[in-house]
Nanobody
Framework: QVPLVESGGGLVQAGGSLRLSCAAS?????????MGWFRQAPGKEREFVAG????????DYAEWVKGRFTISLDNARSTWFLQMNNLKPDDTAIYYC????????????????WGQGTQVTVSS
């Protein structure tokens, strides 16, 4: 319903870090109880990466994150981030931010607002 805007993608060497940001497009508002991140690699289906409750009291991560990624929310609760550390070549994908009206959401079908995606490429 409301377009979101991601930023922060780019090219990084294995072991490096990136921080992705997401917010509603300028002049728009979005209802969000859960904010999340997904990714899609070439030839693969979109998969859940991380999610956070608007209060910050709940977070969830994909098993393969293994503590490398951290999702967070700014103080105004208008922008959310994905800090990615110790990146690996297998992390190469288009990363999408999303917002859900549900309070605890980890499935893409639960999210009704999406960004256009930002490319993350990790070289060996």
């Amino acid at each position: 319903q409301v377009p979101l805007v991601e930023s922060g993608g780019g090219l990084v060497q294995a072991g490096g870090s990136l921080r992705l940001s997401c917010a509603a497009s300028s002049g728009r508002t979005v209802s969000r109880n859960t904010m999340g991140w997904f990714r899609q690699a070439p030839g693969k289906e979109r998969e859940f990466v991380a999610g956070i409750r608007w209060s910050g009291s709940w977070t969830d991560y994909a098993e393969w994150v293994k503590g490398r990624f951290t999702i967070s929310l700014d103080n105004a609760r208008s922008t959310w981030f994905l800090q990615m550390n110790n990146l690996k070549p297998d992390d190469t994908a288009i990363y999408y931010c999303a917002a859900s009206e549900e309070h605890f959401a980890t499935n893409g079908r639960q999210f009704n607002s999406w960004g256009q995606g930002t490319q993350v490429t990790v070289s060996s």
